[in-house]
C-alpha cells in the first residue's frame, strides 16, 4: 500500500482506498459491528469493521484506546447526509479492509483523554503532562502557541527586524538582581540568563533592529498564576528612535498583527475555550502617577508608592476596557527607583524614565523603555543605583564607539496565550512547566 495521507485529507478521497495511521481514541462495539474513533494529528474519523472480515476482526478483538494502528480501508459518505452539502471528513467513515497495531499501552491508562472536557485538577494535569497533551482542547493550546510564535517572528521579519540568538549561560548575573539561577560550569561558576537585554543591545548596536524567542530563566520563589521558573520571551531592541513612542507604536503594531491572524486562524481553538479576540482598538497609554489615582478614586485603593500591584493591573485592565473597550493598556513614566539603571531619565523629570509596561486583560504582558545610550550617562546610572561599573564593563563597551538612541520590550509569550483562552494558570500555557516545586515531566 502507498503512502499515508491524514485523515483531513480523506474527503478528496471518497470512493477510494487510503492508507491511515493514528490513534484509536474510542471503541464501540454494536453487534456484529466494531467502531473505532480514530485521529492523527489533523482530524478524527470513524473506522467501522464489518462481520464479514474475520481477519481483521481478530486483530481489532485487542485494540483498545490509545493503540496505535495502521489502517488500510475505503473511504465512503456516512450514510447519514450532510444538510450543508459539503464533505468533511467527519460525514465520512473508512471501511476497514486491513489493519496492523504499531504499538499497545502497557497497563492502565491513566485518564480518558478521549472526552473534550477532562476537569482535572492542574497538578493531575501536569503529572501526566504528556498523556493529556493528546486531548483536543489541550493540544489547541499548543497550536495557537506556534501560531504565536510564527506571526511574532514574521511581524518583526518585515518590520526590518532581523532573528537573533543570545547565550543562555553567563559569566556573571548582571542587572545586579537576586533572581539568577547559578550552575556550575566546568570548574567555575556561571548563571542561566534572566534577560537577553544586555545581548539585545549589543546586537543593536550593529543591527538597529533585532528580535529574539528565547528561553528565559527567573529563580524567583513565586506561587502565583502568572509565574513559572522558566518561560519564552519574545524580545526585540530597535535603534534610531525619536523617543519611547516609537518603541510603544511598534510593539502595538506586532501585537494588532498577531491578533489578527489568531482571528484569522485559531478560531477553532478559540471556540475551545470560549475565548474572544480582543478588539482592534488603539491602545490607550496611561501614565503610572494618573493609573495611581484612578484605583484610589475608582477602585479606592491604595497603592505602595508609586507602583501598581497584581491587584491594581487587574483593576487597570477592567478601567481600561470599561472606559476605552480596550484589553490593553500602556502604562508609562515609571519611577526611576523601580526601574533597571539602563532605562533613560524622563527629560522634564530625571524622576521618572521613559518606560512602559503592556497590560493584557489586567495582567502585565510586556516592559519596555528607552535605554541610556550614552556612555558617561550609564556609568552615572550605574553608580546611582549603587552599582559598581567595573562589573559592566563589556556592557559598558557597547556604548563607548557609538550607540544610536534606541529601545526595546521584553514580552511573555505564555502569558498572551494564558490571558487569550482565560487559563486559570500560565502552567497551562507551558508545555512542561518548571516551577519552584516541579522539575518533572
Ligand atoms: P512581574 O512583575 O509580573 O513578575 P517582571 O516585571 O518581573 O514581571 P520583566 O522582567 O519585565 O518581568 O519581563 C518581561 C515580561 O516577561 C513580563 O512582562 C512577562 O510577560 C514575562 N515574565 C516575566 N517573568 C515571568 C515569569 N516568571 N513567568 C512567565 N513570564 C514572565
Ligand atoms: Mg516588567
Same mark, same amino acid.
Given at each position: 500500500m502507498g503512502k499515508r495521507i491524514l485523515i483531513s485529507e480523506t474527503p478528496q478521497y471518497v470512493g477510494e482506498v487510503v492508507k491511515l495511521s493514528g490513534w484509536v481514541s474510542l471503541r464501540r462495539d454494536h453487534g456484529k459491528l466494531i467502531f473505532f474513533e480514530f485521529c492523527d494529528r489533523s482530524e478524527k474519523v470513524q473506522l467501522v469493521i464489518l462481520p464479514d472480515k474475520p481477519e481483521v476482526i481478530s486483530i481489532a478483538k485487542d485494540i483498545r484506546s490509545e493503540y496505535v494502528i495502521d489502517v488500510i480501508g475505503l473511504v465512503k459518505e456516512r450514510p447519514r447526509k450532510n444538510e450543508s452539502g459539503h464533505i468533511v471528513a467527519d460525514n465520512l467513515e473508512i471501511e476497514v479492509m486491513e489493519l496492523s497495531i504499531i504499538s499497545r499501552p502497557v497497563?492502565?491508562?491513566?485518564?480518558?483523554?478521549?472526552?473534550?472536557?477532562?476537569?482535572?485538577n492542574l497538578e493531575t494535569l501536569l503529572n501526566n503532562r504528556t498523556f493529556v497533551l493528546r486531548n483536543k482542547k489541550i493540544r489547541a493550546i499548543f497550536s495557537l502557541y506556534s501560531l504565536l510564535l510564527e506571526t511574532y517572528a514574521k511581524a518583526c521579519r518585515t518590520r526590518g527586524f532581523l532573528e537573533i540568538k543570545t547565550p543562555k549561560i553567563l559569566s556573571a548575573a548582571t542587572?545586579?538582581?537576586?533572581?539568577f539561577f547559578k550552575i556550575k560550569y566546568f570548574d567555575r561558576e556561571a548563571y542561566l540568563a534572566q534577560s537577553p537585554q544586555f545581548y539585545k543591545q549589543a546586537a543593536m548596536s550593529a543591527f538597529e533592529r533585532v528580535f529574539e524567542i528565547g528561553t528565559v530563566f527567573r529563580a524567583e520563589p513565586h506561587f502565583t498564576t502568572?509565574?513559572?521558573n522558566e518561560y519564552t520571551g519574545l524580545d526585540a531592541e530597535m535603534g534610531f528612535?525619536? $523617543?519611547?513612542d516609537d518603541v510603544m507604536m511598534e510593539l502595538e503594531g506586532i501585537i494588532m498583527e498577531i491578533v489578527r491572524e489568531i482571528d484569522a486562524r485559531g478560531k477553532n481553538e478559540l471556540e475551545f475555550y470560549g475565548a474572544s479576540i480582543p478588539k482592534e482598538i488603539a491602545i490607550p497609554k496611561i501614565r503610572l502617577s494618573e493609573a495611581v489615582e484612578i484605583l484610589k478614586k475608582e477602585y479606592n485603593k491604595e497603592t505602595d508608592g508609586e507602583d501598581i500591584d497584581s491587584e491594581g493591573e487587574k483593576m487597570i485592565g477592567e478601567y481600561v476596557l470599561k472606559?476605552?473597550? $480596550?484589553d490593553f493598556v500602556f502604562l508609562t513614566h515609571y519611577p526611576a527607583a523601580i526601574r533597571p539603571f539602563y532605562s533613560m531619565p524622563s527629560?522634564?523629570?530625571?524622576?521618572?524614565?521613559e518606560t512602559f509596561d503592556l497590560l493584557f486583560r489586567g495582567i502585565e504582558i510586556a516592559s519596555g523603555g528607552q535605554r541610556i545610550h550614552e556612555y558617561e550617562m550609564l556609568i552615572d546610572s550605574i553608580r546611582r543605583k549603587g552599582l559598581d561599573p567595573e562589573q559592566f564593563k563589556d556592557y559598558l563597551d557597547i556604548f563607548k564607539y557609538g550607540a544610536p538612541p534606541h529601545g526595546g520590550w521584553g514580552l511573555g509569550s505564555e502569558r498572551i496565550i494564558q490571558k487569550l483562552l482565560g487559563l486559570g494558570s500560565i502552567k497551562e500555557a507551558v508545555l512542561f512547566p518548571r516551577d519552584v516545586k516541579r522539575l518533572t515531566p
Open positions: 497497563g492502565e491508562l491513566p485518564i480518558d483523554v478521549s472526552q473534550s472536557e477532562l476537569h482535572l542587572e545586579g538582581g537576586a533572581n502568572r509565574h513559572v528612535i525619536n $523617543s519611547v472606559t476605552y473597550g $480596550s527629560k522634564d523629570n530625571p524622576e521618572y524614565t
